[in-house]
T-cell receptor, first 114, second 115 residues
Framework: SQTIHQWPATLVQPVGSPLSLECTVE??????LYWYRQAAGRGLQLLFY??????ISSEVPQNLSASRPQDRQFILSSKKLLLSDSGFYLC?????????????FGSGTQLSVL | AQKVTQAQTEISVVEKEDVTLDCVYE???????LFWYKQPPSGELVFLIR??????QNEISGRYSWNFQKSTSSFNFTITASQVVDSAVYFC????????????FGKGTRLSVIA
């Protein structure tokens, strides 16, 4: 069966420090991968999605970036964190059959930028 | 572009009451998919249901039921005889068959079931 791992679970970082959140999927190949952010009291905002290695679409042009070094690995990064980057970050995967695919989510990372 | 509106930000009910969570969507596509997800306090989103735009049959799964009405662009979710374990944030979402954008979520409804 397929599983998705996301870490760390919680992270407290000072403003201006770098960020690296990692997500890996097991038990499937060529998944679509996603990063969402959930700010306090707000909905889910799509940050990046990827349909393959080196194919990453950005939905939110801020100081975050994403990379997919391997088929089942998705990394969210920042060179310098801002206070506004605080939030709950969720990684997800889906199959590649299109709009009907449901998303499977990781357990999330609670990021606090102080 | 597609849009999902969940007008109810927070709902509180007493255990055993029925509760309906509203979801209204906007899309220009004729083929699309609607979803509901549950986010318990642990944070991980759990898939509940998916409907395609050509299937308006209501669905029931235990205490959960869904009412899909294309005429009003709504996909409402009802929990019958609510329980404390139903306390969570519930998200409605939409994806368009012709669109390149993945699932678009509503802002969620926080449901609190009080014992």
């Amino acid at each position: 069966s397929q599983t998705i791992h996301q870490w760390p679970a919680t992270l407290v970082q000072p403003v201006g420090s770098p960020l690296s959140l990692e997500c890996t999927v097991e038990g499937t190949s060529n998944p679509n991968l996603y990063w969402y952010r959930q700010a306090a009291g707000r909905g889910l905002q799509l940050l990046f999605y990827s349909i393959g290695i080196d194919q990453i679409s950005s939905e939110v042009p801020q100081n975050l970036s994403a990379s997919r070094p391997q088929d089942r690995q998705f990394i969210l990064s920042s060179k310098k964190l801002l206070l506004s980057d605080s939030g709950f970050y969720l990684c997800a995967w889906s199959g590649d059959r299109g709009a009907e695919e449901k998303l499977f989510f990781g357990s999330g990372t609670q990021l606090s930028v102080l | 572009a597609q849009k999902v509106t969940q007008a109810q930000t927070e709902i509180s009910v007493v255990e055993k009451e029925d509760v309906t969570l509203d979801c209204v969507y906007e899309t220009r596509d004729t083929t699309y998919y609607l979803f509901w997800y549950k986010q318990p306090p642990s944070g991980e989103l759990v898939f509940l249901i998916r409907r395609n735009s050509f299937d308006e049959q209501n669905e029931i799964s235990g205490r959960y039921s869904w009412n899909f009405q294309k005429s009003t662009s709504s996909f409402n979710f009802t929990i019958t005889a609510s329980q404390v374990v139903d306390s969570a944030v519930y998200f409605c979402a939409l994806s368009e068959a012709s669109g390149n954008t993945p699932l678009v979520f509503g802002k969620g409804t926080r449901l609190s079931v009080i014992a």
